[in-house]
T-cell receptor, first 114, second 114 residues
Framework: AQSVTQLDSHVSVSEGTPVLLRCNYS??????LFWYVQHPNKGLQLLLK??????LVKGINGFEAEFKKSETSFHLTKPSAHMSDAAEYFC????????????FGKGTKLSVKP | NAGVTQTPKFQVLKTGQSMTLQCAQD?????MSWYRQDPGMGLRLIHY???????DQGEVPNGYNVSRSTTEDFPLRLLSAAPSQTSVYFC?????????????FGPGTRLTVT
């Protein structure tokens, strides 16, 4: 069965410092992996996706993630945090089969201090 | 394209009342799904559909019904609302039955059951 674990429920950084949001996954096949962002009282926006092409995936707003099969990880990074990055971030793995269902992590809330 | 639209944006129900959350997409996507979001739980799949006339249960289907009579619409029905169904509901669609494509989310419906 597929599952995803976000290792931190809350991460706090200062503006201008690097961001690291950690995600481990479990899958019985080669998964597709996504990071979504949700700003307060808003819907979900796709940041980036991995679908078995390049292992280093670049997304919007300067975010990137690296797929590491040996470590079953898909951590999200950004070199320099901006105040507008404050939001909740979800690591997502596809559920398998033909249904295309998504399995969400519980989310990491990112706070950015001035 | 309007993308994925949901109505209403907010709703308050009394225990035992019924209602239908509407979801529509204008992208001719085969696959549509409903998720609920609760604090600290991420998003959990309620029901999904791989095409008109075909629906199936997700992780948390109890208390909800769905139907898919057209490609565009995928309503979610609460037959007898309970306080445990207080949540934010998201509808999503994807262009393909496979799992390599991102899902497009609606803006959400915030439901409170008193």
């Amino acid at each position: 069965a597929q599952s995803v674990t976000q290792l931190d429920s809350h991460v706090s950084v200062s503006e201008g410092t690097p961001v690291l949001l950690r995600c481990n996954y479990s899958s019985s096949y080669s998964p597709s992996l996504f990071w979504y962002v949700q700003h307060p009282n808003k819907g979900l926006q796709l940041l980036l996706k991995y679908t078995s092409a390049a292992t280093l995936v670049k997304g919007i707003n300067g975010f990137e993630a690296e797929f590491k099969k040996s470590e079953t990880s898909f951590h999200l990074t950004k070199p320099s945090a901006h105040m507008s990055d404050a939001a909740e971030y979800f690591c997502v793995v596809t559920g398998g089969g033909s249904q295309g269902n998504l399995i969400f992590g519980k989310g990491t809330k990112l706070s950015v201090k001035p | 394209n309007a993308g994925v639209t949901q109505t209403p944006k907010f709703q308050v129900l009394k225990t035992g009342q019924s209602m239908t959350l509407q979801c529509a997409q204008d992208m001719n996507h085969e696959y549509m799904s409903w998720y609920r979001q609760d604090p600290g739980m991420g998003l959990r799949l309620i029901h999904y559909s791989v095409g008109a006339g075909i629906t199936d249960q997700g992780e948390v289907p109890n208390g909800y019904n769905v139907s898919r009579s057209t490609t565009e619409d995928f309503p979610l029905r609460l037959l007898s609302a309970a306080p445990s169904q207080t949540s934010v509901y998201f509808c999503a669609s994807t262009p393909n039955r496979g799992y390599s494509y991102e899902q497009y989310f609606g803006p959400g419906t915030r439901l409170t059951v008193t």
